[in-house]
């Protein structure tokens, strides 16, 4: 294992969280501190600023303001969506980070983000080693849906699951507050794995959560949920019923999609949109139940509520890409970095390296046994599972009374 | 000014506020202490419990779970929307109230809640006023909408607008991300004032807020609004525009009611809804400019989120109710409790006492010389308003990761 000196850059790519600032610190300062590392470079909108040769010069920001990433939510680099075509399709872009990469005498390549990113990270290793250009490339973790595969569980979801379960307490207070009851229909992101709507379910766990939880994991039967709905409505004389954005009829036709007027909105383009579930199912479960309904959405709130973080998971998030950037060094490359849960009571996840082409475009769902079969809620595994994820507060510093976030000054590296 | 020995009633009234349950504890566990009241009521659900005699006998509440209140949001007793009839009309309700506080020999009404809960609490005072029942009658203020007359601010909009200030600088850092940008659309309570939409003025102060600020003191053009969200977006690449619930044109019609089939949503009794303002004025944008739009409701959470409440606000809260009750006791009645704020660069609000009369029903709404004549915002006037009531962190004891609410054990009253 050779000493491999050169310059760094990293990328922060995807739906943004609250977290990923925090991994952004964590491969920042780790690697202004790493003797082999020449330059730190840090992407303008991820894999983009690389091709276009956009990067800041990470070493020209203040310590305090890199500090302050830690709490400072979304992508401080600008993100991207942008995928890669596969080298043997098309060599443009590889041959264009090539030039880039021997210009700088870049040799260390992370990437932080989801599935997608770990995809473009994949295949950047990949055509370098082919290319025979030395260089270290590591995946940095980072989703709020939670469904990257190989490890026990990714940055940004503990801290979206916080804020979930939190603002779901609290709706749980408000929306039963009258003589008069509601139901109420809180829509959470993911489109395709339930982690961040089975959060709610932590809600539940402390006697202020949904009567009913839809994940996309499990096809939804309008019926069948209307039927029960309006049962604990009568019962009780109000209802909480949480859904995932991505559910589906057993045809695959999203709900969303549904029924109603409400629901036949279309884009400028004419595609159906995602989003609007909660109006949608709230304005259907109205007409049949006569109730007053109120359908509410975290929306973008979710994933950037850095005032109302996990601790846990902004420390691991740091760690992430702190150990990144030391297992690079070390000569380690061609890996995502993954968390392993120790067996045992007490909480403990240790850092594993996990192939990136085995992660690269693999999602991981919940497991249906940990879904009760009566939609009510989730099994006592995954509240093992999820509660030592939530653990601990981080807030951002207040300033007058607000936060106060990382202001970096992103000077442009000279070409 | 003679002592009078009696029970003490309270009910909360209205929508619910992150801060409403720290009056109900200042009321309380004043009351509790107080030698001339024998014995503290809570209402169930407002009025209608003192209707209905149905309250619970507050001494039989834990002191923990009592103070647990200061930290609990919305409405621990249950809250009501019931418009009394004035006595002259019909007298039904006040015989059955006279009837009820004779038999438990209440002689102290306090009652937290808004312009429609003053009106209650003013028709109580002066009924019993006028059929020579002795008895203090005391308003405690609440509203995240800061309308009511009289007082500098009300208990729970400080809170609210820390919330949305603070959801409001996430949104920014989030929405703002990609190197494509959008055109995003914040939507806010606040039906007939803009004093819950200002607040994200606050986050603009910071240096993270909306491009354009939307109140209902002032009509919506939407040719106009169209015109300089395209404008924006064109010379920045993003816009964030802010807008209250209850904006309307020029000729009194609400803007959620606008031209789009999007706006076309009926209720199942043929009524137009409001609430979908975002995602009415997104597709509109989305029409007019091509941008890619996202409309985000903050709905419920503003008004709930005891998680990011301002410690300014939870105090004045408590000593609001606090001293109602010793007002009262000390011999005054048929008041608001109000606050005045002291000239001069350091904040210091002093409580004063307003006559039941002058505040029930009257909506203050925002000087108009506050606001900027272009929508870009609110005047230096408004900042040195708002800052001071969020000053402070209060947030709810955590217990394993969440927050711990206040339980009440619910004992109903011996009747």
């Not at 990433?69 to 401080?76: E, G, Q, Y």
């Not at 940055?155 to 699951?161: D, E, K, Q």
């Not at 497991?367 to 807030?395: H, N």
């Amino acid at each position: 294992m050779s000493a491999l000196k050169g310059a760094a850059i990293f990328g922060q790519s995807g739906g943004p969280t609250s977290v990923i600032n925090a991994s952004a610190a964590g491969v920042i300062q780790e690697a202004l501190k790493q003797e082999n590392i020449t330059a730190v470079y840090g992407m303008a909108h991820g894999i983009k600023g690389a091709l276009t040769e956009n990067f800041y010069d990470m070493s020209k920001e203040d310590a305090y303001e890199l500090d302050l990433l830690r709490t400072t939510p979304s992508s401080a680099l600008g993100s991207v969506r942008y995928k890669l075509k596969h080298f043997n399709e098309d060599e443009t872009d590889y041959k264009k980070l090539l030039e880039v990469f021997k210009k700088y005498n870049i040799r260390y390549f992370f990437y932080n983000g989801g599935n997608d990113s770990m995809d473009t990270c994949n295949k950047v290793s990949k055509y370098m080693q082919q290319s025979g250009y030395e260089m270290r490339v590591m995946g940095v973790p980072k989703t709020i849906d939670n469904d990257l595969f190989g490890t026990d569980h990714c940055p940004g979801y503990g801290s979206a699951a916080k804020y979930i379960a939190t603002s779901t307490m609290e709706v749980y207070q408000d929306a039963r507050v009258y003589d008069k009851g509601m139901i109420t229909i809180l829509e959470v992101m993911g489109r395709n794995a339930g982690w961040l709507t089975a959060a709610t379910a932590l809600a539940a766990y402390k006697g202020a959560g949904p009567d009913l939880i839809y994940l996309p994991e499990v096809d939804f039967d309008i019926d069948d949920f209307l039927a029960k709905a309006e049962a604990i409505f009568k019962k009780n004389g109000n209802c909480i019923v949480a859904v995932s954005e991505g559910i589906k009829d057993k045809n695959g036709k999203y709900i969303s999609e549904y029924g109603s007027d409400l629901a036949q909105q279309k884009d400028a383009f004419g595609h159906s949109q995602l989003g609007g579930l909660a109006a949608t199912l709230a304005n259907i479960v109205k007409q049949r139940t006569g109730a007053k309904t109120r359908g509410i959405e975290f929306s973008l709130l979710q994933r950037c509520a850095a005032h109302c973080a996990s601790l846990t998971d902004v420390n691991e998030s740091y760690l992430s890409g702190q150990m990144a950037v030391k297992y690079a060094v070390e000569g380690k490359t061609d890996y995502m970095v993954g968390f392993e849960r120790e067996a045992g009571a007490e909480y403990k996840c240790n850092i594993k390296l996990l192939p990136l082409s085995e992660v690269a475009n693999t999602e991981k769902k919940i497991p249906l046994e940990w879904i009760k079969k009566d939609s009510s809620g989730l099994t006592q595994d995954f509240i093992d599972y999820a509660l030592p994820l939530i653990q601990g507060d981080s807030r951002p510093p207040m300033e007058n009374g607000l936060p106060r976030f990382a202001k970096l000054k992103k000077v442009l590296a000279a070409k």
